[in-house]
């Protein structure tokens, strides 16, 4: 069974930093790659940030460039996203997904909460 695990969420200062962690199971997690997709109250669930499998090149929405940085590590199966310089607009449910930058995710973990207020 597929099995995405996400932590590392919680409440933070504008300006703050935050370190989130998937650990996946039940698949080949060095050969996928892995997103963060997130949900604010009220909008749509948009992609925030993707990792491929192999040559580990990565992708940022426009409104985290700068900001977040996603990695990986296989030998944990393990996919991070660090989140720096958060901003209240940031403030979502972050889910992490097997899939890339087309948006096609096959499943989904259940997400850790991110509130960035002051």
């Known amino acids: 069974e597929v099995q995405l695990l996400e932590s590392g969420g919680g409440l933070v200062q504008p300006g703050g930093s935050l370190r989130l962690s998937c650990t996946a199971s039940?698949?080949?997690?060095?050969?996928?790659?892995m997103s963060w997709v997130r949900q604010a109250p009220g909008k749509e669930r948009a992609l925030v940030a993707s990792?491929?499998?192999?040559?580990?090149?990565?992708y940022y929405a426009d409104s985290v460039k700068g900001r977040f940085t996603i990695s990986r590590d296989n030998s944990k199966n393990t996919v991070y996203l660090q989140m720096n310089s958060l901003k209240p607009d940031d403030t979502a449910v972050y889910y992490c997904?097997?899939?890339?930058?087309?948006?096609?995710?096959?499943?989904w973990g259940q997400g850790t909460q991110v509130t960035v207020s002051s």
């Open positions: 997904a097997i899939g890339g930058r087309s948006g096609r995710f096959g499943s």
């Open positions: 039940g698949f080949t997690f060095s050969t996928s790659a």
């Open positions: 990792i491929t499998s192999i040559t580990r090149t990565t």
